[in-house]
């Protein structure tokens, strides 16, 4: 379904199921597809794969962060605040190096280490720009008075690049401690609460990051639990399709992040998938597979589901895994 064209409700008109996959990605979009994803589903009552649950927190690794916080999910320490004095007090007392990230962004982009208090200091800085600037009103200055006094401090000219842009005055600090002895992440990916594949990206020469590096490895083993732990994750939040980036910590894996958008290509990559027979059971399935086949399978089950929970005859704990 392509939910870009302006007639895109009348060609809903009578499906009970909607399967979609943007042409972008990007926090603008993004925004646009959950409204349309959640009108779908709580105001047309239809089965859309992916869902709102899938894709609410796409582009936010802020809202990421607090469903994998309130599950409980291991991850790599993680500090978000929207309050700059709030920012200002970690960066003076965290430990270094940590790892920086803007809140959208794929394969590593937006992602640097920062290796010093000065350079943390002045990304905060920066990213409240517009607090600080609102506070030099505080004196009760004019205009060209406090245009003057911000020249030469670190954040005036990303003040003014965001004023240009008409951005709202509010700032946004994202970083996560560096986790070491990692050369390589553990990418899973994790179809309903049915499917999952998982593969070793290993990380750019030099470099600490591994997304978006291109370096797959098919041949080192994925482990089980891995798998079976984000197709558990998939259930508790009624995931259609999540790729997990995993780092680990003495043997202890943690979750970097989490996206529904993701490479099809390096999924057919992977030698055959892996299906859940029953809990804590998975069975290898031979063959490179592309997720879209997969994406249908959990689909057609979901809308299944859906259908009998309307006419109070199923439930999607009782569906046939091998439908």
């Known amino acids: 379904m392509n939910l870009d064209r302006s007639d895109w409700l009348a060609r809903v008109a009578g499906a009970s199921l909607v399967i979609w996959k943007p042409p972008y990605m990007g926090h603008e979009f993004a925004g646009y597809v959950k409204e349309k994803i959640h009108f779908l589903e709580h105001h047309a009552g239809l089965t859309v794969v992916p ?8 582009e936010s690794k802020a809202a990421q962060s607090y469903l994998l916080s309130l599950a409980g999910i291991p991850t790599p320490r993680t500090f978000v605040t ?5 920012a200002a007090r970690q960066a003076g007392r965290e430990e270094f190096p940590v790892v920086l990230k803007g809140s959208a962004g794929a394969g590593s982009v937006n992602v ?15 990213a409240f720009s517009l607090t600080l600037w609102d506070r030099t009103a505080a004196g009760g200055r004019g205009r060209l008075s406090r ?11 990303d003040f003014l690049r965001r004023r240009r842009r008409g951005e709202q005055p509010f700032g946004f600090a994202y970083w996560q401690e560096f986790v070491p002895g990692n050369d390589a992440d553990l990418r899973i990916t994790a179809i309903g609460d049915s499917f999952a594949t998982g593969f070793w990206r290993d990380n750019r020469p030099g470099d600490f990051r591994a997304s978006g590096s291109g370096r797959i490895d098919y041949d080192r083993p994925v482990p089980e639990e891995a798998m079976l732990a984000c197709l558990g994750i998939n259930r508790r939040f009624g995931f259609d399709s999540m790729a997990y980036d995993i780092l680990f910590r003495d ?8 996206s529904y958008g993701y490479s099809d290509s390096a ?14 059971c998975l069975r290898f399935v031979e063959g490179h ?9 959990w689909a057609i089950s979901k809308a299944d589901a859906a259908s009998g929970a309307r006419a109070g005859t199923a439930s999607p704990e009782g569906r046939d895994p091998e439908r």
């Not at 869902?51 to 796409?58: A, N, P």
């Not at 929207?82 to 709030?86: A, N, Q």
Request: glycine letters at 12%; aromatic letters at 18%; charged letters at 25%.
């Open 289 to 297: 597979t592309w997720p879209q086949d997969l994406w249908v399978d």
């Open 112 to 126: 640097r280490a920062v290796r010093s208090r000065e350079e943390l200091m002045g990304f905060v800085r920066r």
């Open 51 to 58: 869902g709102f649950e899938t894709v609410w927190h796409f």
């Open 82 to 86: 929207f309050d700059y004095d709030e």
């Open 251 to 258: 043997g202890r894996m943690l979750v970097s992040e989490m």
């Open 267 to 280: 999924v057919h990559g992977v030698a055959g998938y892996w299906r859940l027979e029953s809990p804590g």
């Open 147 to 157: 245009l003057a006094s911000g020249i030469g401090r670190d954040w005036f000219a």
